[in-house]
């Protein structure tokens, strides 16, 4: 009889492979870097996340398991007789610029599914490559940080709040009345350039909200981060308040609010809906 997977041990093993394989090059990255192309997710490819990609593929493999992986960098690929099996929907390294210009906050994101689809992720790891700290999730146990058990913030007042916002995109002139009174009233905001990890600062509590309005977000940035949310309690949803599901593709969009308890995500949506309500 087939024994069932492992997927925390498995998850580990795909880390500390990324980790090994990328330390060589974080020496030479002020060096001119090859042309690798467009990654499926539309971003440039650089070498370390390629090598990222493979070092989790090739765990995978030496565990000879079939699956169906969903990369930020080659897309859609299936491996082994029956890639149905599983989906492992994996960013290889989130926050490639950071690492690229030596700002010490980027991780690799890796989210194990019984289907393409957000809300079918039953394992997932989100590992900070720099500092050492792995975040793991498994459905119905819990959410943990390097084994010990994580839960959100109890933070209810929004000027004590450090609320995380992406707002890199071109389209901020759309987006930013959205979030005018909710800026207004908060004296904290951050953007730390690796979504996954900021996702999971606000399932350990060291944020209170992280919110990404963009519709930039792919899928595979935020499928690991999802299941860590939820195992810890905290909430992430859309930006009008439903559950939050996705088809799980690197061309996949996703908009969505973080926050770390039920008070402050009331607070924080009411902001939000007033300045809907200005717009009309
Ligand atoms: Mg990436």
Redesign the pocket.
């Known amino acids: 009889m087939k024994q069932p997977i492992d997927w925390l041990q498995v998850l580990i093993q795909c880390r500390s492979n990324v980790q090994r394989q990328i330390t060589p090059l974080l020496t030479t990255l002020n060096q001119p870097q090859p042309d690798l192309g467009i990654g499926a997710g539309g971003d440039a490819i650089k070498q370390v996340?390629l090598i990222a990609e493979n070092a989790i593929i090739n765990t995978l493999e030496e565990h000879e398991l079939s699956f169906t992986v969903i990369s930020?960098e080659s897309g859609i690929k299936e491996c082994g007789e029956s890639p149905y099996d599983c989906y492992v929907t994996a960013?290889?390294?989130?926050g490639?610029t950071n690492l690229m210009r030596g700002i010490p906050f980027y991780a690799t994101s890796i989210a194990i599914s019984t289907k393409p689809a957000l809300n079918t992720v039953f394992a997932a790891l989100v590992a900070d490559l720099f500092h050492g700290i792995t975040y793991t999730a498994q459905k119905g146990v819990g959410a943990y940080r390097n084994n010990q058990k994580i839960t959100p913030s109890k933070e209810t007042s929004l000027k004590e709040a450090v609320i995380g916002m992406d707002l890199n995109t071109y389209k901020i002139k759309e987006m930013i009345p959205k979030l005018t009174s909710l800026i207004q009233e908060t004296k904290h905001i951050r953007h730390l350039g690796a979504n996954a990890l900021e996702l999971c600062y606000v399932a350990d509590g060291t944020t209170d909200a992280f919110l990404d309005f963009r519709g930039k977000l792919r899928t595979t940035d935020m499928a690991a981060a999802w299941l860590i949310i939820q195992e810890a309690d905290a909430i992430i949803t859309t930006p009008e308040g439903k559950p939050l599901n996705a088809r799980l593709d690197p061309k996949q969009k996703v908009t969505f609010i973080a926050v770390a308890n039920k008070k402050i995500n009331k607070i924080i949506s009411a902001l939000i809906k007033d300045d809907k309500k200005e717009k009309k």
């Open positions: 996340d930020e960013d290889p390294i989130d490639t």
